[in-house]
Nanobody, 118 residues
């Protein structure tokens, strides 16, 4: 069984910062990609940022320059540093871990709420 446990969400004022963490545990080996996705009310889930095992990063245009993704392979943990937050960043943020051994398998966290409001 694989578990992804997210933490770090909450309420923050516009212009503020938050740091999300996601720790992966259980029967999972050689995680390839890790990432963050988000889903705002009434909208589809969208990619925020991903990072490969080697450290290559990909960001959505809407967060480029404001968010930074990183990971600790030894701890199977991925982070998302979010700066200059605005109301459009309000969403439930989901952690993702992907393995690519023979078949592609995606694992998801339960989600953590990020609310940007004054």
């Amino acid at each position: 069984q694989v578990q992804l446990v997210e933490s770090g969400g909450g309420l923050v004022q516009p212009g503020g910062s938050l740091r999300l963490s996601c720790a992966v545990s259980g029967s999972i080996f050689n995680i390839d990609d890790m990432g963050w996705y988000r889903q705002a009310p009434g909208k589809q889930r969208e990619l925020v940022a991903t990072i490969t095992r080697a450290g290559s990063k990909n960001y959505a245009d809407s967060v480029m320059g404001r968010f930074t993704i990183s990971r600790d392979n030894a701890k199977n943990t991925v982070y998302l540093q979010m700066n200059s937050l605005n109301a459009e960043d309000t969403a439930v943020y989901y952690c993702n871990a992907r393995t690519k051994i023979i078949v592609v398998l995606d694992y998801w966290g339960q989600g953590t709420q990020v609310t940007v409001s004054s």
